[in-house]
Nanobody
Framework: QVQLVESGGGLVQSGGSLTLSCAASGFTVSSSAMRWYRQAPGKERELVARIDSGGGSTYYANSVKGRFTISRDNAKNTVYLQMNRLKSEDTAVYYC???????WGQGTQVTVSS
């Protein structure tokens, strides 16, 4: 059974940091491109970061480049999103997505207070 479980969201002050986790089961994260998306109220879901399968090349949206880092731990079958220098505009529900399976996690709320 494929499952993605996100955790690590919460309330943080502007300039602070959070690390989101996406624990996978039913497949191996190293075999799939893994993505983090976010959706703010009233806005469309947008791609934040991606890590490819195999060699693990990465992609970041311009809005987060230099502040966010996507990584994976194959031993823990988990993908992470390290978020630094958070801004109020980063407030959103963050979702993990496994491209090979077409599965979404349930989302985790990130709220950045100014």
């Amino acid at each position: 059974q494929v499952q993605l479980v996100e955790s690590g969201g919460g309330l943080v002050q502007s300039g602070g940091s959070l690390t989101l986790s996406c624990a996978a089961s039913g497949f191996t994260v190293s075999s799939s491109a893994m993505r983090w998306y976010r959706q703010a109220p009233g806005k469309e879901r947008e791609l934040v970061a991606r890590i490819d399968s195999g060699g693990g090349s990465t992609y970041y949206a311009n809005s987060v480049k230099g502040r966010f880092t996507i990584s994976r731990d194959n031993a823990k079958n988990t993908v992470y999103l390290q978020m630094n220098r958070l801004k109020s505009e980063d407030t959103a529900v963050y979702y993990c997505y496994a491209a090979i399976m077409g599965y979404w996690g349930q989302g985790t709320q990130v709220t950045v207070s100014s």
